[in-house]
């Protein structure tokens, strides 16, 4: 069998019915399956898992009852076609995510959100999806990894240990801002492209770990950036370099891997 997301396709939707144009990955189904993507208007979207509320639900995700599984709303992937297809700026898409109801199919995540005016936030569900938060970003990027940032709004909220593989989440939290705090001038593609190398799982694995792994940390190592995305919401395009698999050093060890993505694809919506 294939594994899961191995195969994920690039579409663009020109709805006919008053919609927004869109470009975006999915994967799953063609419908349903929307993980991050820019409209017409040049509102992109991007979602990421959310590690703290898997770890404390478990297996206890909103069972749905009786003999045909039904719940109320759209589920998690759903939302983010839902955005693209009505809202065309970042108020729009805050007003629309605080008014759905939502439901999880598959894994809790938290959304990030950006206009082509330069406004953007982060929307997350408590734990329980009984609370909601939206942060805005300012004059600096916003940064967004897998842990909640509801629960870790301030660095004495952070662990206070050193950093290891099994709170990786907050390392690359930590690289990105960093990154962002000593960067001047525009963030160029070429710019993207190396802040993004510095956090894919092998730099974390050398960074954190070496070739030493042993229990859950291991667990905590076993995804990776399938794809990495890269938009111009002026030109209403984006560029998609998608993982492929990995190669091995001589010596057989994690120091000796290194990762074989594509290069970066670049398409644009017609408008």
Not at 109 to 128: K, L, P
Not at 255 to 266: F, I, K, P, W
Request: aromatic fraction near 10%.
């Amino acid at each position: 069998s294939r594994p899961v997301m191995a195969e994920p396709y690039i579409m663009t939707w020109y709805p006919e019915d008053g919609g927004y144009a869109s470009l975006a990955i999915h994967a799953f189904d063609m419908l349903s399956g929307t993980l991050d993507g820019i409209n017409s208007a040049g509102l992109v979207v991007a979602i990421l898992a959310d590690e703290e509320a898997v770890a404390a639900l478990g297996p206890n995700l909103e069972p749905h009852l009786g003999r045909v599984p039904q719940a109320i709303g759209l589920h998690e992937l759903q939302v983010m076609r839902w955005l693209l297809d009505t809202c065309g700026t970042a108020e729009e898409a805050k007003q629309a995510l605080l008014e759905v109801k939502q439901y999880y199919t598959f894994s809790p995540c938290h959304y990030i959100v950006a206009d082509r005016d330069g406004n953007s936030f982060i929307y997350e569900n408590s734990t329980g999806r009984n609370v909601q938060y939206v942060f805005d970003g300012s004059e600096r990027p916003l940064i967004v990894t897998n842990f909640q940032i509801y629960r870790h709004r301030t660095r004495d909220q952070w662990p206070e240990e050193p950093f290891t593989l099994s709170t990786n989440a907050f390392w690359r939290y930590h690289v990105l801002e960093r990154c962002v705090v000593d960067h001047d001038g525009l963030f160029t593609p070429k710019a993207i492209k190396e802040i993004h190398h510095r956090v894919n799982v092998l730099s974390m694995v050398a960074e954190l770990g070496g070739i030493s792994l042993q229990g859950d940390e291991a667990l905590n190592v076993q995804a990776r950036t399938l794809w990495h995305s890269i938009y111009d919401q002026d030109a209403r395009s984006a560029s998609f370099s998608f993982y492929l698999d990995e190669q091995w050093g001589r010596d057989n060890k994690r120091t000796g891997r290194d990762e074989r993505r594509t290069g970066y694809l670049t398409m644009r919506l017609v408008v």
